[in-house]
């Protein structure tokens, strides 16, 4: 008589035999229907991220919520029954916000409340708060010829707007971004006492923007204190500044820098089958900013990246490579966590062929940057039909991601995720980078997205690529 457990068994057994021959009959058309239809009827990122951003929050480097994160996502990976999962340690910065900041500007007696935020890594103003008249510059570059005699005593105000008419909205942030960054150092070396900058928004709101801004090599006692401005609040300070040059602009902040702290970037990995030693990476930023969750920036392309390994999984794809998820801290002021997994790699000789980040948001998908070689590109062009399907179209030459950037050398391949950028600045770094801005469809599309092309790149590699480039040298 048979044991009702052994005839489990066989079944079990039988049935995996015939999904991985059925997986290895498919052709790629076929694979990446499977991916897709598996990413929208059964995916985990939506709740994923709904995790992240409702129950833990904003994870700013050095914070509570994202040791929250470190701690949740590494227990959601090993749920997966990944070949490896662990925590690669990371030293990080530490800067607090502190108390919500305050500012008006004063005209003809009247105190005109705005929105403002402290800029990450900025320090605080001193006690009661700076009170100043106010000087309007479209660059921090335009300082150099007004000189200290006009500067010195005063709040700079950085009004320079994303430039609208460019349809690659990244390149819009590209182009201001040095002005929040460089202000205030800048501003300092010519007596200011702080420095307001217009949000690096491309929407008219209410929302101040964060992100990073640094100092360099200015000395402790000379730095000043750097905060943005909502895109309304801009527009309002400066049309007063033309009815009125001695307005005077009240701002108060409370943040602080502590001492660097230990955290850790979380990895999991599907170890490969015929070729263990070459590594994929596909992954995002686990940290985020502070005003919102970080939905988009970058909780989205934290799930998705932790998805890519449970589609191929669930999809019965048995990767040739090993495939790591990485899920990287500290992106968004100091870029410790890609440094460190880049150093680690080095110093253990690992072989990286491809990489793959999101850091674009979760909206829709709509294709794919890459840092390669032009023949490399051209074989990847060649896979573009097979995402026709689900209007993915844009394969191109660009800019991969800030954290896979330190893995590059001249054998692997980097890769960005593209999705629709248009809406994207409406929320980046802003309190309203939250849960409900995101979409679920389109966050799995993107998931499976990015699934299909780390499965083209497994299978078949970049051997012949080098190959047929040793041939052509």
């Known amino acids: 008589m048979n044991n009702p457990l052994n005839l489990i068994l066989r079944t079990a057994i039988f049935l995996c035999l015939m999904l991985s021959l059925t997986v290895s009959a498919q052709t790629d058309e076929e694979t990446l229907k499977t991916i897709y239809k598996t990413s929208l009827t059964n995916g985990k990122s939506y709740e994923w991220l709904d995790y992240l951003s409702n129950t833990i929050g904003g994870r700013l480097s050095g914070s509570t919520n994202a040791e929250l994160a470190v701690q949740y996502t590494k227990a959601e990976l090993e749920k997966l029954g990944l070949d490896k999962v662990w925590l690669q340690p990371v030293m990080v910065p530490k800067w607090v916000r502190g108390q919500k900041e305050m500012a008006y500007f004063e005209t003809s007696g009247a105190l005109n409340k705005v929105n403002i935020c402290a800029l990450g890594g900025s320090i605080a103003t001193p006690n009661g708060g700076v009170k100043a008249s106010v000087l309007e510059v479209g660059s921090y570059k335009d300082l150099e010829k007004l000189g200290e005699e006009k500067i010195k005593g005063k709040i700079v105000f950085i009004n320079r707007a994303l430039q609208a008419d460019l349809i690659h909205t990244f390149e819009a942030y590209g182009g201001c971004s040095v002005e929040r960054y460089r202000g205030a150092a800048e501003a300092a070396k010519y007596g200011a006492l702080g420095t307001i900058v217009r949000s690096l928004s491309s929407r008219q709101d209410d929302y101040p923007h964060t992100g990073s801004m640094g100092y360099g090599d200015l000395p402790v006692e000379q730095r000043i204190p750097s905060a943005a401005i909502s895109t309304n609040d801009a527009v309002k300070l400066s049309e007063a500044l033309k009815k009125d040059k001695n307005l005077e602009f009240f701002f108060e902040m409370s943040c602080q820098q502590f001492d660097d702290v230990e955290s850790y970037n979380v990895i999991?990995?599907?170890?490969?089958?015929?070729?263990?030693?070459?590594?994929?990476?596909?992954?995002?930023?686990?940290?985020?900013?502070?005003?919102?969750?970080?939905?988009?920036?970058?909780?989205?392309?934290?799930?998705?990246?932790?998805?890519?390994?449970?589609?191929?999984?669930?999809?019965?794809?048995?990767?040739?490579?090993?495939?790591?998820?990485?899920?990287?801290?500290?992106?968004?002021?100091?870029?410790?966590?890609?440094?460190?997994?880049?150093?680690?790699?080095?110093?253990?000789?690992?072989?990286?062929?491809?990489?793959?980040?999101?850091?674009?948001?979760?909206?829709?998908?709509?294709?794919?940057?890459?840092?390669?070689?032009?023949?490399?590109?051209?074989?990847?062009?060649?896979?573009?039909?097979?995402?026709?399907?689900?209007?993915?179209?844009?394969?191109?030459?660009?800019?991969?991601?800030?954290?896979?950037?330190?893995?590059?050398?001249?054998?692997?391949?980097?890769?960005?995720?593209?999705?629709?950028?248009?809406?994207?600045?409406?929320?980046?770094?802003?309190?309203?980078?939250?849960?409900?801005?995101?979409?679920?469809?389109?966050?799995?599309?993107?998931?499976?997205?990015?699934?299909s092309l780390v499965f083209l790149m497994d299978k078949y590699g970049t051997q012949t690529i080098t190959n047929e480039k040793k041939l052509k040298d």
């Open 268 to 451: 999991g990995q599907i170890t490969g089958s015929e070729f263990p030693d070459e590594y994929i990476v596909v992954g995002g930023h686990l940290d985020s900013w502070d005003l919102g969750d970080g939905a988009h920036d970058d909780g989205a392309g934290v799930v998705q990246s932790m998805d890519v390994l449970r589609l191929l999984k669930e999809s019965g794809v048995k990767p040739k490579r090993s495939i790591r998820v990485v899920l990287f801290m500290n992106e968004e002021n100091g870029l410790r966590g890609g440094r460190k997994y880049a150093e680690v790699a080095n110093e253990k000789n690992e072989k990286h062929v491809f990489a793959l980040e999101s850091d674009s948001g979760g909206f829709t998908p709509r294709g794919f940057s890459f840092d390669c070689s032009d023949l490399m590109l051209s074989k990847i062009q060649a896979w573009k039909p097979l995402f026709k399907p689900y209007l993915i179209h844009f394969f191109e030459e660009g800019y991969s991601g800030a954290d896979i950037r330190p893995l590059k050398n001249d054998d692997i391949v980097l890769a960005g995720l593209r999705p629709d950028s248009q809406r994207y600045f409406d929320h980046h770094h802003a309190a309203n980078d939250t849960f409900e801005h995101v979409n679920k469809r389109e966050l799995e599309l993107g998931a499976a997205t990015m699934t």
